[in-house]
């Protein structure tokens, strides 16, 4: 979806689950900057600017498998 690496869907499916960043990088095991860089980077290609819209575009796509 969009290109993103399956760590990156992680994230995103943490934050749609309502994690807080740090939650969500003890669950994926790396450090909390190292998911901010995720989220960081996921808002650049999908060009979105706050979390509820990444997860609206990631939601307005559909599954990502048939």
């Given at each position: 979806v969009y290109g993103?690496?399956?760590k990156?869907?992680?994230v995103a499916e943490?934050?749609?689950r309502g994690m807080?960043?740090?939650s969500a990088a003890e669950m994926l095991g790396v450090r909390p900057n190292t998911v901010?860089?995720?989220?960081?980077?996921m808002f650049e290609r999908l060009n979105v600017t706050s979390q509820p819209a990444l997860?609206?575009?990631l939601l307005s796509t559909?599954?990502?498998y048939p």
């Open positions: 993103l690496s399956p990156q869907l992680r943490a934050i749609a807080s960043l740090s901010r860089t995720h989220v960081r980077r997860i609206r575009a559909g599954p990502p």
